[in-house]
């Protein structure tokens, strides 16, 4: 994986704010200091910023118990998306598998 796309799923960065913090020299990748997003992250590669290290987010899986009133799609409507009652970073990243309508409750993906 190129180092500015791990950087970007790693952290908040956008790619641009990756290139960025790459061109300062904050970035170490195996204690080297690296400079360009096209450098290739291979599997044990130990990638650091400002000498913390970084770890790519794996999949995750959240079960929600959906109350009435909160739709499952992300479009904006009259209502709440399920969205804004979970607390994790990168919440763009997620999405529902399945619907519930408005007024149900249940169990969501």
Not at 45 to 71: F, S
Request: glycine residues 8%.
């Amino acid at each position: 994986m190129r180092l500015d796309k791990f950087l970007g799923e790693s952290t908040d960065l956008s790619r641009s704010d990756a290139r960025k913090v790459l061109k300062s020299g904050e970035i170490t990748v195996n204690g080297e200091v690296v400079t360009k997003g096209t450098h290739v992250v291979q599997e044990g590669d130990v990638v650091c910023w400002d000498d913390e290290p970084l770890a790519l987010i794996g999949l995750r899986y959240i079960m929600l118990n959906k109350p009435a009133g909160y739709e499952c799609s992300l479009k904006n409507s009259a209502y709440p998306s399920v969205m804004m009652l979970i607390d994790v970073d990168k919440r763009e990243r997620l999405h529902t598998v399945g619907r519930l309508d408005v007024d149900t409750t249940g169990l969501n993906f």
